[in-house]
């Protein structure tokens, strides 16, 4: 099968069993987030990493990601999948923008690398273009209501899901470089494991988190 065919099916099916997890009801949600995490650290125990410390922190920073993602439907103290939605949505607009911008303006201007150690396909253009779309998400959800934030807070909201859903990218390309692998794993055909794919995720969620928490502080202080 053609890899661009073997990616588009796995990513259709992908995004269908997330979208079900978020919207169908409070229980499928927990057994997705729940077979997530089995799987990730399924991925990340099986891969040999030497250091005892680098492993420590490794199963610190994937919980910490998988307890903001699921405090992120608790925001209002009743479960609903929206805030995780909007999250990924948000993801998924840096993803697309940065690949779009950064495979075409990109090479066309010849941009400079973003951390070509790292991750060298990555260019400063594609991180502006990931930026813009990540950004015109959200605002196009607060608009539409989808994301119950007023603009300028979606802007905000958005620069933070794109800077540390980057800077998640880049920890793992940095950890998977150093031990040596191209892939977490290979659960979803042609895009890896799951920790290949919720690497942006993990470090957005818990920035949104923290953006809804000190945000709820400052209305409430204004309230």
Not at 80 to 86: A, D, E, F, T, W
Request: proline share 3%; hydrophobic share 55%; aromatic share 12%.
């Amino acid at each position: 099968m053609n890899i661009f065919v073997k990616r588009t099916i796995s990513g259709a099916v992908f995004v269908a069993i997330m979208l079900a997890g978020m919207l169908i009801n409070q229980w499928l949600f927990g057994i997705l987030l729940t077979l997530i995490a089995v799987g990730m650290f399924y991925e990340y125990l099986r891969i040999p990493e030497k250091s005892r410390t680098h492993r420590i922190v490794g199963i610190i920073y994937i919980l910490l990601g998988l307890v903001a993602l699921n405090a992120l439907a608790f925001l209002k103290g009743t479960w609903s999948g929206i805030p995780v939605l909007c999250v990924l949505i948000m993801i998924w607009g840096t993803d697309v923008g940065g690949y779009c911008i950064g495979s075409t303006i990109g090479k066309k201007i010849n941009s400079r690398k973003l951390a070509p150690e790292i991750s060298p396909n990555k260019t400063w253009a594609g991180f502006w273009g990931g930026l813009v779309c990540c950004v015109a998400a959200a605002v196009i959800m607060s608009i539409t209501g989808l994301l119950e934030l007023p603009i300028i807070a979606a802007i905000v909201l958005g620069i933070m899901v794109h800077f540390f859903g980057v800077t998640g990218d880049l920890i793992e390309s940095m950890w998977k470089r150093r031990v040596g692998i191209k892939d977490s794993g290979t659960i979803i055909p042609g895009h890896g494991g799951l920790l290949d794919r919720f690497d942006s995720t993990l470090l957005a969620s818990y920035a949104a988190w923290t953006f809804y928490m000190v945000y709820g502080l400052i209305t409430e202080g204004f309230a």
